[in-house]
Every structure is written in structure tokens, then in C-alpha cells.
């Protein structure tokens, strides 16, 4: 068969993690959805799908997509489908209906529309026709109903792809889902983890789904390889010689894989849970990989491992009453992760904020991955003795302000509220760490928030300069009032929330210097990691509104060089190399600025500074740092010289410079002591480019973007040069930046081909 169109299933916080494993499978077109992941191929990549996917509830191969405003229109188009190409007229059926339709109000009745459909087809064209099968029929249709379209296809995996076929038995309540299981350890880091030797460990292990999906992944072993009942068997479009050398090959890699299986170790109190377990791990045929024994929490150790990760599905309290029950577990948990697992990640599935709290540990990372019917959260933690915070009353979910407070600060707490708990869902499910709160959505309280979340959580405020009509005895009221009330609803120590006056910049470099403190705070950024400073100038080193350019640079940059001009603190060269660039050059005039980006670019293992740098007998360690040039110059008169200009390396090489991917996100007014003239990003936008475009590779792109309210690009003039601009502001601006639509503009400039 030539090449289809597929849709794989997956829990609500796991289509990433999909994704992910379909592009690593080799499929071709991944495309993301809150229900799963698209994606497109051949039959070797959907039998790939159902047998190595650890995610995934389902993979459906797509037989057509139509209207269906009605019972009478689905029949008709499910009718002209060519079913005698895919089912015997003499086998057997069934059908699933997802979703729903304004036409088509019971899915039952859907169901009966497409049976009839197909069943009516056979009868007319053969005389004879399938029947109904709820038990292991030899084709299961899914009818998904979405407005007045429908998408019908058939169900490869047969039954959900969660029941690998290990657990014969199931041991106590409702246990973990074994794909819900395996998101939960690839979200933590286990492959890498276990590739590097660390051990695993589970506390609280149940019937030990943790520790045999653990082992599955150490041990390259397909997650479906011990299923027996697909939903393909019985299909006429099935190629068993394809599926016998895919079975074959797994086997292989099962058998040379079971030796690389680090130490992974379960402990449970319930004498019947560790019975279950071992009978699970038995069956998954890891016996002799996996070691388990009873034992009270309190006493769980790590292993002699140096390091690896506690993995915890602890119960959430579902029962009423039972929730006050186990605050003392939780409690326990957490002395036990900070006592015995120094050094380690652990990844806790959290189905109770409240008794999460009760842990005494910040989690670094948050991400919203349900468990069923179950709300959950995977709550991430980095384990060190300091990082142990004393249990303290929590206040409550909402908090009223003060009686005494005056009644706009009132109602700037309440917006304050409103906005956070909003952006904060937003920002776990996507899995960002720093993202703006408030953007002057009160005019009376004219600032900007945002939260930066690290090793703690820090809150950056700058309040625009009030006009001169303003009252100032007025507006710095209401600043203190702000002040005030920031903490205490963002829950945040005052000595951790710092505030700056935003003014215009008139004649000055726009990264104009505040003080000299020189403390650095770590973050995170999807996988990197940056330095950032909240006292000693006016941006923190990370542009909050650039987070979908940096994105947007990492998935172009992988094969490309990649050049960042007005480089600032390196940011976006940290993503380009993270997506995979050859090479990077990063120009800025700034000295500091630049010492400022090899830290960050050092930090995330991408450039080894002079002083840490050894010679190595493959110059491994000189090569790394030719990677990553920094160059101080005032970015126009480098321009004009880089486009003629041969670059030599310790390695011998010799090469004209040119990029692939070029960034270019100017100033919008700025000059320096040391800089020729005065830059004008309106007057001087063209030159600029036309300098970038002279060192495009063929094909490469130019990634502009200004802060520029009033900018108007020249499309004239790069039309003149032969260049065409794609405007990428809607694409690049952030949900926490979308009250302010005019925070940026972006383009994405190539030559005419």
C-alpha cells in the first residue's frame, strides 16, 4: 500500500511525547493534536507504530474524511467506500463512534448508520455480508464526529495498545496504565538516565507497572511485543511476511538489549502488592532485571547508584476523608526523597494539589498528564539536602485581600488572581517555566509582571513611567500598593520580586546599565537552561515575547550555520545549537553581553570556555569550541566585511562565511562609546538585511524581528534585491503576550528562487 495517513491516540499531556516517537520511528508529517499525533507512511511505519510505541491507546489508519451534517449523508459516503478491499464479505465487524455532531446526536445510531452502510454494500455487490463482533472482530471501524465532518478509519491496534500482555493479573486498585506509566518516565528523563547507568527507583511501586515499563525502555524492548490480538490480523490489507521480520527484529534488539538494564528497584509495605508485582514482572519476562521487596517507606534507600530517579504514584485522597489520611504519607515522602536520594530526580504523579504541598519540595517542572478520569499533574523535582523547605500552613486557594485594603488595590489583587490562575494552567501544559502575568491590565497599575521559576521563583515587575498629567503622590501609591499586593498573591518572599521603572529610551542603548550587583539566577527554557539578572539592567537577558522565535529557530536550525546578530546574551544561539546547527556565530558590541552568551551557551554543554578547555588526542574539545564564534563589532560594518571574508580554524579549514539561518533582531535606537554613528532600525533595516542576505546559503533564511512599534518594513526594497519577506508576528507572539499584540514584529525573509 502507497503512503496513508495515520492518527495516534494518546492521554490529554502526552501528544508530545507521541510525537516525539513517531519522528524517531521514522514516520513522515508528525503533526500534534490534543488527542494524539497524525502522522504519515507506509504499513511498515503503522506496524513500527503498534509495536514500539510506549505512549500511544491506539493507531488508526485514516480511510476518508467527509461531511456528515446528517444520518443520511454518513450513510451515503460510508457507502461508496471500497470495503471489499479491506474486509472478507463473510468476516466480522464493529464500530466505535468518538466525538459528536449537531446532526447526529446519539452515537450508538451512528454506529448503526456505518454498519448498515457497509453490511448494505457487500449485500448488493456479493449477496453476501459481514456481521457484528463485539469480541475480537476482523475489522474495527472508529467514526470520529467533529462539527458537521466526520473521519472514519480502521483501528490497527484492534484493543487499547496499553495492554502490552504482561499483566495476566491485576493487583490492587485500579493499577497505573502501562502507556500513561511509560509518559510519566519519558517525561522524566529515564531514557537518558538509564543510558548514562543511573538506577530507578519506585517507593510505592503497586503492582510494579513503574518497574517493568522502566526496564522496557532500558532495555530496548518493544512495548508490544508479547500482544497476541491486533486489529490488523484480520484485515485484507495485512502483509504478514512484513509483520513476521518486525516481530524478528524486535526480538533481536529485546535479546541484546536485557544486558543494558540498570539497577531498578520497587519497594511496597503491602505484602500483597510486592506478590502481584513479582508475579507482573514474571510474565514481562524480566526476571532477574528487576528487584523488588516490602518495606515501610521510611526505610527505602537508594541503591549504590551515584544518581537516578524516584518515580511515585502515590494516592490521591479520591475517598472522602481520605485525603487528611495521608497527609502524613506525603510528608514522609518528601523527608525520604531529601534524606536518601541526595543527587537524584525523582517524578511524582499528583492527583491532589493540596497534598502535593505536603510534600516540603519545589518542583522545578510541572506538567499536566491525566490519569483517566483524573486530573493529574507530573510534578518534577531535583533532589539535594538544601533544597528541603520546612512544611509550613498553606494559605488558602483564594485569598481575600485585607480588610484595610483600599478598593483598587482591591480589585488589581483580583485581576492579579484571575490572571495567574489562567496563565499557569497555560504555562504547566506547555511546560514553560517564565511567562508574563500582567501587562498593564489595569491602567491605574501600569505595570508589567513576570514569573521566573527556577531552583525558586522570582517575580520581575517594571512599572511604565507614568505620563506627566498624572498625580506622581497618586501613582506612587499605587505603585506601593502593587508592591504590596504581589507577594501575597503570587505567594512570593518580597526579597524575591524585583521592580524597575520602564521609561523611553531616548539616546541610549536600550540595554543601559542599572546597577552592579552581578547576581545571576538560573531558568529554564524548554530543554536549555540561562542565566539571567533581575538587578543590573532593564531586561533580565531573556526576551519573554521571543519564546516562539527561539522555537521557531531550533526546529530550522538542525544541518545549518547559524548567525545571530545583536546576539544580546546568546539565547537564541543556546536553541540553535540545542536543534542541532553545525555552527554558530554570535556579534554583538558588547563584551559583556557576549561573556554573558558563552555562559549560557557553556552552561547547556555547547561551548567550553579557554580556562576549563583540555587538549584531547581527537581535539574533540577544539572542535567544540570552533563551533561557537563570538565576535564583539558593531554588527553593520561587519557585514560589509564577512561577505568576502575566509575563515581559517585550528582544524585547517578554510571557508567563505555563509549561514544557513540568520537572526536578526536589532535595536530599535542605540549608540556607544564605541559604536560609528547612531543605529535607526527604520532608517538603517534595509542595510541591514541586504548585509545579512549577502551571507545566505542557497535556500537559508533571515529571521528578523524589531520591538518597533510604529516600524514599517520596505517590501520595495527587497523586492529590488530579490527578496521576499513572509510576515511571522501572529506565529511568533505568545499566549501571555496576546493583550499586547504589538510587543513585536517578525518576518522570515529568503531570496527569490
Known amino acids: 500500500m502507497s503512503e496513508q495517513r495515520f492518527f495516534a491516540t494518546a492521554p490529554r499531556g502526552a501528544a508530545g511525547l507521541l510525537a516525539d516517537e513517531l519522528r524517531a520511528l521514522g514516520a513522515l508529517d508528525v503533526r500534534e493534536n490534543p488527542g494524539g499525533a497524525y502522522f504519515a507512511g507506509g504499513i511498515e511505519i503503522a506496524y513500527r507504530a503498534c509495536l514500539w510505541l510506549r505512549t500511544a491507546n491506539r493507531v488508526l489508519l485514516c480511510l476518508a474524511d467527509f461531511l456528515a451534517p446528517d444520518p443520511d449523508t454518513l450513510y451515503e459516503a460510508v457507502t461508496a467506500l471500497p470495503w471489499e478491499e479491506h474486509l472478507d464479505p463473510d468476516g466480522t465487524m464493529v464500530v466505535d463512534v468518538a466525538g459528536h455532531s449537531p446532526g447526529i446526536s446519539h452515537s450508538q445510531y451512528a454506529a448503526q448508520r456505518v454498519k448498515d452502510a457497509v453490511v448494505d454494500r457487500f449485500r448488493t455487490r456479493t449477496g453476501r455480508r459481514p456481521s457484528v463482533s463485539l469480541e475480537r472482530p476482523d475489522l ?43 509518559a510519566i518516565l519519558l517525561r522524566a528523563g529515564w531514557p537518558a538516565i538509564a543510558q548514562a547507568g543511573g538506577a530507578l527507583v519506585d517507593p510505592l511501586c503497586g503492582s510494579g507497572t513503574f518497574l517493568v515499563e522502566a526496564a522496557l525502555i532500558a532495555g530496548d524492548c518493544a512495548p508490544g511485543w508479547q500482544r497476541s490480538v491486533w486489529g490488523f490480523s484480520g484485515w485484507l490489507g495485512h502483509v504478514p511476511a512484513l509483520w513476521a521480520r518486525l516481530q524478528e527484529e524486535a526480538k533481536e534488539r529485546r535479546v541484546a538489549g536485557l544486558a543494558k538494564i540498570p539497577p531498578i528497584t520497587g519497594f511496597d509495605a503491602d505484602l500483597t502488592a510486592v506478590r502481584t508485582a513479582l508475579r507482573v514482572v514474571e510474565q514481562a519476562g524480566l526476571r532477574g532485571h528487576i528487584h523488588i521487596e516490602r518495606s515501610e517507606l521510611a526505610s527505602c534507600m537508594a541503591p549504590r547508584a ?118 499557569r494552567t497555560w504555562a504547566a501544559r506547555e511546560g514553560i517555566d517564565c511567562y508574563r502575568i500582567y501587562d498593564a491590565d489595569m491602567p491605574e497599575y ?57 521609561r523611553r529610551q531616548k539616546g541610549h542603548d536600550q540595554y543601559q546599565r542599572l546597577g552592579e550587583a552581578a547576581r545571576f539566577y538560573e531558568v529554564r527554557e524548554d530543554s536549555c537552561t540561562f542565566f539571567v539578572n533581575f538587578t543590573d539592567y532593564l531586561d533580565t537577558g531573556l526576551f519573554l515575547d521571543h519564546r516562539p522565535m527561539r522555537a521557531l529557530i531550533r526546529s530550522l536550525a538542525e544541518g545549518r550555520r547559524f548567525l545571530n546578530l545583536y546576539a544580546y546574551t546568546g539565547t537564541a544561539t543556546v536553541h540553535a545549537a540545542a536543534g542541532g546547527a553545525i555552527s554558530t556565530t554570535s556579534v554583538d558590541l558588547s563584551n559583556t553581553y557576549l561573556a554573558w552568551a558563552r555562559r549560557n551557551l557553556a552552561r547547556n554543554g555547547f561551548f567550553l570556555p579557554n580556562r576549563a578547555r583540555k587538549p584531547t588526542v581527537d581535539g574533540s574539545a577544539t572542535r567544540q569550541a570552533e563551533r561557537h564564534e563570538f565576535i564583539a563589532s558593531d554588527v553593520l560594518p561587519w557585514l560589509t566585511e564577512a561577505s568576502s ?27 556607544s562609546k564605541r559604536m560609528e554613528g547612531v543605529l535607526d532600525v527604520q532608517r538603517d533595516h534595509i542595510a541591514l538585511l541586504l548585509g545579512a542576505a549577502a551571507l545566505l546559503e542557497p535556500g537559508g533564511d533571515i529571521l528578523f524581528s524589531t520591538h518597533y512599534r510604529r516600524f514599517q518594513l520596505d517590501h520595495a526594497a527587497l523586492t529590488r534585491a530579490g527578496l521576499v519577506a513572509e510576515d511571522i508576528t501572529a506565529k511568533t507572539l505568545p499566549h501571555d503576550f496576546s493583550r499586547n499584540a504589538h510587543i513585536h514584529q517578525s518576518w522570515r525573509i529568503s531570496k527569490v528562487q
Request: proline residues 7%; aromatic residues 6%; hydrophobic residues 40%.
Open 140 to 182: 474495527r471501524l472508529n467514526l470520529h464526529l467533529y462539527g458537521e465532518r466526520a473521519t472514519l478509519s480502521l483501528d490497527l491496534s484492534g484493543e487499547s495498545l496499553h495492554r502490552r500482555g504482561y499483566r495476566q493479573t491485576e493487583g490492587g486498585v485500579a493499577p497505573l496504565k502501562e502507556n500513561l506509566a511509560a
Open 645 to 671: 571574508q575566509r575563515v581559517g580554524s585550528a582544524s585547517g579549514r578554510n571557508w567563505i562565511r555563509r549561514y544557513g539561518l540568520i537572526f536578526l533582531d536589532p535595536p530599535t535606537f542605540s549608540r
Open 306 to 423: 551515584a544518581n537516578g530517579l524516584v518515580v511515585v504514584n502515590p494516592p490521591y485522597g479520591e475517598r472522602l476523608g481520605a485525603a487528611t489520611e495521608l497527609v502524613g504519607l506525603y510528608a514522609r515522602l518528601g523527608e525520604v526523597l531529601a534524606e536518601h536520594f541526595a543527587g537524584w530526580e525523582a517524578a511524582i504523579l499528583s492527583g491532589n494539589k493540596e497534598l502535593s504541598k505536603r510534600l516540603g519540595l519545589r518542583a522545578w517542572r510541572v506538567h499536566p498528564l491525566d490519569n483517566g478520569a483524573i486530573e493529574c499533574q507530573l510534578l518534577r523535582f531535583r533532589l539535594s539536602p538544601e533544597r528541603r523547605v520546612v512544611t509550613r500552613p498553606l494559605p488558602p486557594p483564594v485569598a481575600s485581600p485585607p480588610e484595610a485594603m483600599a478598593p483598587g488595590a482591591e480589585m488589581f489583587a483580583n485581576r492579579l488572581r484571575k490572571k495567574h490562575k489562567e496563565l
Open 446 to 502: 501600569a505595570l508589567a509582571i513576570d514569573l521566573y521559576q527556577g531552583e525558586k521563583r522570582w517575580v520581575h515587575c517594571q512599572e511604565y513611567e507614568a505620563p506627566a498629567t498624572v498625580d506622581k503622590e497618586k501613582a506612587a501609591a499605587r505603585l506601593a500598593e502593587a508592591m504590596a499586593v504581589i507577594p501575597m498573591v503570587l505567594d512570593v518572599p518580597k526579597e524575591q520580586v524585583f521592580l524597575k521603572v520602564h
